[in-house]
């Protein structure tokens, strides 16, 4: 049974440009978050996706956008990339909308962003 | 944003000692997570928390939810060197939306 899965392990951009991060959920879970998480701190809560709709968001700029695919898998997509976006992206899942306490997260995307 | 702070930020202990971390925050929830995260990976849930007072255990690890709602506490027992890695609160008024605290790094020498 596979967990949850983020790809690519790494990658590296440059400022201004624009970068999509990928996410399939652990088997049977049908809601997927995204959270940020910056050197030396906690994971921040980004936004979260349930049944292909953005449901709950966190503090962050409309430079931050998602989509959900009818498999539940998602995707992270930053534009206008800064240097501050430089950060381990985490994608965690759970079942059902919910149930973000039981929710399992995947290895993590590293960003970094010259 | 809700303000997490977790304290302390690293320990370095010996094999076999207790270790205690904390977490207080600005407001009150409703349920209190603690994840522990190794190099590489992503957070894995180590004990949650619903209820005020509420004491659990896994194993050598044990968690309580205070009674203010406004904190919580870990302890490890007789540590190993396996304990080794960043541990984070995180708590939530609702269940969709969790804010974690900075993390302790816990260093065990054998």
Request: a neutral charge; glycine letters at 10%; proline letters at 5%.
């Amino acid at each position: 049974d596979a967990g949850v899965t983020q790809s690519p392990t790494h990658l590296i951009k440059t400022r201004g440009q624009q970068v999509t991060l990928r996410c399939s959920p652990k088997s049977g879970h049908d809601t997927v978050s995204w959270y940020q998480q910056a050197l030396g701190q906690g994971p921040q809560f980004i936004f979260q996706y349930y049944e292909e709709e953005e449901r709950q968001r966190g503090n962050f700029p409309d430079r931050f956008s998602g989509h959900q695919f009818p498999n539940y898998s998602s995707e992270l997509n930053v534009n206008a990339l800064l240097l501050g976006d430089s950060a381990l992206y985490l994608c965690a899942s759970s079942l059902g909308q919910g149930a973000q306490d039981t929710q399992y997260f995947g290895p993590g995307t590293r960003l970094t962003v010259l | 944003g809700q303000q997490l702070n977790q304290s302390p930020q690293s320990m370095f202990i010996q094999e076999g000692e207790d270790v205690s971390m904390n977490c207080t925050s600005s407001s009150i929830f409703n349920t209190w997570l603690w994840y522990k995260q190794e190099p590489g990976e992503g957070p894995v849930l180590l004990i949650a928390l619903y209820k005020a007072g509420e004491l659990t255990s896994n194993g050598r690890l044990t968690a309580q939810f205070g009674i203010t709602r406004k904190d919580s506490f870990l302890n490890i027992s007789a540590s190993i060197p396996s304990d080794v890695g960043i541990y984070f609160c995180a708590g939530a008024y609702n269940f969709n939306k969790f804010y974690f605290g900075s993390g302790t790094k816990l260093n065990v020498k054998p």
